[in-house]
Structures are given as structure tokens and as C-alpha cells.
């Protein structure tokens, strides 16, 4: 049973860090990919940053440079260091993680709780 746990978020200035993490808590299950998306008050979803098996990563465009995903296989965790933090990325911060085993057509899914990041002086 996959369950996604964050934590890391809280209250930082602008200009700040905040480190975020996310461990699938319930499963040995060998993700595809993982990333993170954020949803701000009034504003659709958005995908912020992925990592797939392999190691490899994209980011959007608005968090280049500033935003690091990595992820710990052996511990089944992904992260998220945001350096330079605006008042736009004022958000709650999902975790997500993408599962499809060999013998699936189409994968899964699945979905953490979210975790709060707000960036204000």
C-alpha cells in the first residue's frame, strides 16, 4: 500500500531555503517517477519539478535555478530544495509518485497530503 508522507514546509522570508521530502511510507514499490506539484489559493495544479528512475529532471521554467529535486531509491524518498524563495511560490506543495509495473497497460498515481510552504516577510 503506497502512502506518500511529506514534510518540510512552514514560514520563510523571501530570499530563504526550505528543504521538503517525501517518503512513500507503505510500499516497496520501485517508483518510475516522482515529482511535485504545488497549488496556490485560487490556481489550478502545477507541476513543478519531476525525477524519473534514472535520475533524470525537469523543472518549470519559473523555478530553474533555484529548485533541486532528487530522490533516494534505497529509501524510496524524493526531495525538493527551494533556494531563493519568492512570495509567488506561496503554495501547498504535493507530492507525487508514478507507478507502472511491468505487466500493467496503464500506471498509477498516487498522491500525498500536501504540505504548506508560504514565503512572506
Known amino acids: 500500500q503506497v502512502q506518500l508522507v511529506e514534510s518540510g514546509g512552514g514560514l520563510v522570508q523571501p530570499g530563504g531555503s526550505l528543504s521538503l521530502s517525501c517518503e512513500d511510507s507503505?510500499?516497496?514499490?520501485?517508483?518510475?517517477?516522482m515529482a511535485w506539484y504545488r497549488q496556490a489559493p485560487g490556481k489550478q495544479r502545477e507541476l513543478v519539478a519531476t525525477?524519473?528512475?534514472?535520475?533524470?529532471?525537469n523543472y518549470v521554467d519559473s523555478v530553474k535555478g533555484r529548485f533541486t529535486i532528487s530522490r533516494d531509491g534505497a529509501k524510496n524518498t524524493v526531495y525538493l530544495q527551494m533556494n531563493s524563495l519568492k512570495p509567488e511560490d506561496t503554495a501547498v506543495y504535493f507530492c507525487?509518485?508514478?507507478?507502472?509495473?511491468?505487466?500493467?497497460?496503464?500506471?498509477?498515481?498516487?498522491w500525498g497530503q500536501g504540505t504548506q510552504v508560504t514565503v512572506s516577510s
Open positions: 507525487n509518485a508514478y507507478l507502472k509495473r511491468s505487466w500493467e497497460v496503464v500506471g498509477r498515481a498516487y
Open positions: 507503505g510500499s516497496a514499490y520501485s517508483f518510475n517517477a
Open positions: 525525477i524519473t528512475s534514472g535520475g533524470s529532471t
